[in-house]
């Protein structure tokens, strides 16, 4: 009896693993607002841990049963939602998601860990906001229904709003207002894109795989295009359509910032590859000089900016943008490579590197955001000028963020590396020229980068806080460990990521290729 | 005989009738304290109503009274709708006519008038002719003229009902000779025969028809308060007190979609091509104007006000989409828009306290750190309101824009989700004013938010609702679309 109904469970389980990821830790934000007024902030950090525990811990089975060889949607569930509209709960992953989802899990652990002495105010309800942050990301990345996909991106608003609202900085209200308004303005039009498509797909459902065999004409790929590309865009950001990122990173709270760094910007890329290449090939092919022209503004422009920034989270939130803009070269530049060299393989690699960058940029990106928030929790302070000699009080922080900043600039080894080598290797199929103008972002990024580090951790100690501050302590000790061997593992043997996508960003290519003319 | 009686379409309306009479004279005659009597008397009433509402639900479409009365779908969830929203907005009054100093109140009047108004509502929705239609809609008004009217003492709310009242009169007449005309063109005033003589026309109309048609739209617009005529909105929302304002904003929303159903959709179907624009430029117009000069409002009052108008403009909208999908969405839409505002305005009115109102958005200031349960409340009804999933507000937005997409008007889509995205911010704005700023440090805003256990209650059912149909919209979007899927008008 005890037996079968363990089996049912398990079967259960298994069945609804998303679903489980996905309600898990909304459930465990609703818990830590309840089992904890302002005045037991230590419930809601527990709650909150556990939760985020158990997710990382659903992860496991999902790693064993995910067949990397198939390039369709595993784990799949399909639930009628909305029938009147042909709207299905659908959940799904593949290649492309599943990395995604680990590293969505993986960054709210981080924040959980890093706010736990950091955050006073309001605990309860800023584990609660992170925690609703991941299941919303979750869902994003593991929708299949684009109705579905598109309630879990615009509910994502919500707690980054409040979050970016209450435990920000002092200009936290005009940050989170203008991130608030690009970013709805941005997926806005692509509703309208969506439903247009599900008007025309062929059961009038909403399904994002019944969108890719349908047939449209130029003008309406154009459309579509343009009404994805500026939510993308928004998202990745791509200039012009990214001043609302450095206000918003600097005025966020750190684990507001690492959130935005390492999973909200990602949404971009994956929307690209999810949505826009294969639904509208034929537009992506006539554009990609665009797209590739804005990829290299965001890449030389941006660096360049960034090396004039004064505040430190405002020069990691523009080196973020001109990481991001190799996403956005990665997947565009394969329609020139194609048409140069006969080598699939080598187009391929351009789309798995602009998915390993993703992923590397959010570790990268993701730590030395936690890392300047730590110093701002401690001096109080984001102005490089305001620092000085840090390396002599606090010589553990001073290694880890050198490591960090390795892995920014591009250093082989750590993980930063890959996914720019890989796409500047097939760019250089395409043209000569791309390649250089993108390659001087090892030379800038670099520049700001270690200019930066210079300033803050050597040179003469600056004041006496500095003079008597402590390092690191134990939860923030774990939590760079914990990106330390991220970075150098995947910087290292990148194996595991690599096989992990390759189908799937495989039968993306195919369909990015194809013609819907 | 008895399962007769209840199978009798007009009963709702001749019990909710009766039991008002009753009210009445119990006001009369019995002593009671702060009306504690007729509240209980009026809640029965609804309820009862609403119970014999129910009781209808099997009974096929059909037309009673000389074919002055029409029981259909449409009917039965715009009843339905209005007698709930009627409910929660006894629930909130009473909590506000609680908070007064018990001197000047006439809280008895309120329930007396007000359930006056949800009868005139009920016509309205099975109206099958013009006169019983005009008959309902003055029912409905004219309690609400004396409602706004109550505080009569106070400057801006003796001027906001003689606006009310001045504007409202001048629309009844605008409608009232826009009857006339098409009762002049087609010799009919019974809704259904009139769609039939203008159906065997053949698309040939006189030009009388269609100046009937322009007032008969213009009192349409000034009663659901859209642009241009939506002068009076504003001043009446900010110069009502709290309850009346509520009701104002929330049920006669939906009985001016009634209106607008029975006249436009059942009455003049033919005229399709002539009141399409009209209503589109109307919509558009409202839903502009609207968001955008919601956005410099200081006065929370007002500030839903002009948001009244631009929801609105999209309620209009799926009736423009002109098929059965779209008017289908609208009434989705606004039974959604009317929980919204009640949940809104019944916040303003638990967050009030007996010598501290709340007036401007800035009167919420902090209400995370004072409350954060209201303030939670507070933030779904506007992040309902703005449109942003997963809340009702997403899904209402999201019909009808599907129900204009269908009909290639992509380009109106386009416009209403942009002006969306507009509206957002002061919605937005609210939320920023309640969660990321501190209470001021005033006696009043300090001490602690008092509020009666029932009034609660309903605000956090309201606003759960919300977030409820949000994440399961299938249900009473199949209920509005099947009001609409067959042809319930009986074959004479």
């Known amino acids: ?517 | 005989m008895l399962v007769q009686l209840l199978k009798f379409p007009a009963l709702p309306e001749i019990a909710l009738l009766i039991m008002i009479c009753v009210v009445l004279l119990l006001d009369l005659f019995v002593k009671q304290k702060r009306a504690l009597l007729s509240y209980v008397m009026a809640q029965l009433s609804l309820v009862v109503t609403l119970c014999f509402v129910f009781c209808l639900h099997l009974v096929p479409a059909q037309v009673i009274f000389r074919q002055q009365f029409v029981w259909d779908s449409v009917a039965y969830c715009i009843k339905l709708t209005v007698l709930i929203l009627g409910i929660f907005i006894f629930i909130y009054a009473r909590d506000a006519m609680g908070k007064k100093p018990p001197k000047p109140v006439y809280s008895s009047e309120f329930y007396v008038l007000g359930l006056f108004s949800i009868l005139g509502m009920l016509i309205v929705t099975s109206a099958n002719s013009l006169l019983s239609l005009y008959l309902g809609l003055e029912l409905l008004s004219f309690p609400l003229y004396a409602l706004v009217a109550t505080e009569r003492w106070q400057a801006n709310s003796a001027e906001a009902a003689m606006k009310y009242f001045i504007l409202g009169a001048l629309a009844s007449g605008l409608l009232l000779y826009g009857f006339s005309l098409v009762y002049g063109t087609t010799h009919s005033l019974v809704i259904s025969a009139i769609s039939q003589t203008l159906s065997h026309a053949g698309g040939q109309f006189s030009i009388i028809l269609s100046i009937g048609l322009i007032f008969i739209i213009g009192g349409i617009a000034f009663k659901l308060g859209a642009v241009p005529f939506q002068s009076w909105v504003p001043d009446v929302y900010q110069g009502a007190t709290t309850p009346i304002t509520l009701f104002i904003g929330s049920a006669p929303k939906v009985a001016g979609l009634a209106l607008a159903i029975r006249l436009l959709i059942d009455a003049l179907p033919s005229l399709h091509q002539q009141w399409q624009p009209l209503l589109a430029i109307i919509a558009i117009a409202s839903f502009c104007l609207g968001n955008l000069v919601a956005i410099i409002q200081t006065n929370l009052k007002r500030m839903l006000a002009y948001s009244a108008i631009a929801h609105i403009g999209y309620i209009l909208l799926g009736i423009v989409a002109g098929t059965p999908l779209g008017y289908a969405m609208s009434l989705f839409y606004v039974s959604s828009y009317a929980l919204m505002a009640m949940g809104a305005f019944g916040l303003i009115i638990l967050v009030s306290q007996a010598n501290y109102e709340i007036e401007q958005i800035d009167d919420l200031r902090g209400l995370n750190a004072r409350h954060p349960w209201l303030a939670l409340l507070m933030l779904v009804i506007m992040f309902s309101m703005a449109g942003i999933p997963p809340t009702v507000g997403f899904f209402a937005k999201m019909g009808i824009l599907q129900a204009l997409i269908s009909v290639d008007q992509v380009w109106l889509a386009t416009l209403a989700i942009i002006f969306a995205i507009i509206g957002s911010y002061y919605y937005i704005y609210v939320v920023k004013v309640m969660y990321f700023e501190e209470p001021t440090p005033t006696i009043q805003a300090l001490q602690p938010v008092q509020v009666s256990r029932v009034a609660y209650l309903a605000l956090s059912i309201n606003a759960i609702l919300l977030l409820v149909f949000g994440l399961f919209p299938n249900w009473i979007m199949w209920l509005a679309k099947s009001a609409f899927s067959v042809i319930n008008y009986p074959i004479y």
């Open chain 1, 1 to 517: 009896m005890f037996l079968i109904l363990i089996s049912q469970l398990s079967l259960f389980f298994k069945d609804h693993i998303l679903s489980l990821l996905i309600f898990l830790p909304i459930t465990g934000a609703c818990c830590a607002i309840v089992v904890s007024g302002d005045a037991h902030p230590q419930r809601a950090r527990i709650v909150a841990l556990i939760t985020s525990l158990c997710s990382m811990v659903l992860c496991i089975p999902i790693y064993l049963g995910f067949n990397p060889g198939l390039s369709t949607m595993q784990f799949q569930e399909n639930v009628p939602w909305i029938p009147i509209f042909h709207v299905n709960y659908g959940l799904g992953v593949d290649g492309i998601s599943l990395p995604l989802i680990f590293l969505s899990i993986f960054t709210t652990l981080l924040v959980i860990l890093s706010a736990w002495r950091s955050v006073h105010l309001r605990v309860a309800q800023y584990m609660a906001a992170f925690l609703l942050m991941q299941a919303m990301m979750v869902g994003t990345f593991a929708a299949t229904d684009s109705i579905l996909f598109y309630i879990f991106w615009e509910a994502m608003l919500i707690p980054m709003y409040l979050s970016i609202g209450v435990w920000g900085s002092s200009n936290r209200s005009y940050a989170s207002i203008k991130f608030f308004l690009y970013t709805f303005f941005g997926s806005a039009l692509m509703l309208i894109a969506l439903l247009y498509l599900g008007l025309h797909s062929a059961n009038h459902d909403f399904y994002i795989a019944s969108f890719y065999p349908l047939k449209l004409s130029m003008s309406e790929q154009i459309w579509i295009f343009f009404a994805f590309l500026i939510a993308f865009a928004v998202k990745i950001p791509m200039w012009p359509l990214h001043t609302w990122l450095p206000d918003a990173h600097t005025e966020a709270p750190a684990g507001g910032s690492v959130v935005l760094a390492a999973l909200m910007l990602k949404l971009g890329g994956y929307g690209f590859l999810r949505f826009s290449l294969p639904i509208v090939p034929d537009a992506s092919r006539l554009l990609d000089g665009v797209m590739i022209a804005l990829a290299l503004i965001a890449i030389v422009y941006i660096g360049i900016v960034a090396l004039a920034q004064v505040d430190m989270k405002r020069l990691i939130a523009y080196s973020s943008i001109a990481h991001m803009g190799f996403v956005v070269l990665g997947c565009f530049i394969l329609f020139s490579i194609t048409k140069h060299v006969q080598d699939i393989s080598m187009a391929q690699m351009s789309l798995e590197g602009a998915m390993v960058q993703m992923i590397s940029h959010a570790f990268s990106s993701g730590a030395m955001f936690l890392a300047v928030g730590m110093l701002a929790y401690r001096f109080r302070s984001r102005l490089i000028k305001d620092y000085g000699g840090l390396a002599l009080r606090m010589p553990l922080l001073a290694a880890f963020f050198m490591l960090f900043a390795m892995s920014n600039v591009g250093l082989p080894g750590t993980a930063g590396f890959v996914g720019e080598f890989m796409i500047l290797m097939s760019a250089m199929q395409a043209s000569f020229w791309i390649t250089t103008i993108a390659a001087s972002t090892l030379v800038l990024s670099a520049a700001y980068t270690l200019y930066m580090y210079k300033r803050v951790f050597y040179g003469e100690v600056s004041s006496p806080l500095i003079a008597n501050s402590k390092d690191i302590h134990g939860f923030e000790k774990l939590v760079f460990i914990l990106l330390t061997v991220a970075i150098v593992f995947f910087g290292v043997y990148p194996k595991p990521l690599l096989t992990l996508m390759h189908a799937a960003i495989g039968s993306i290519f195919q369909l990015s290729l194809q013609t819907k003319l």
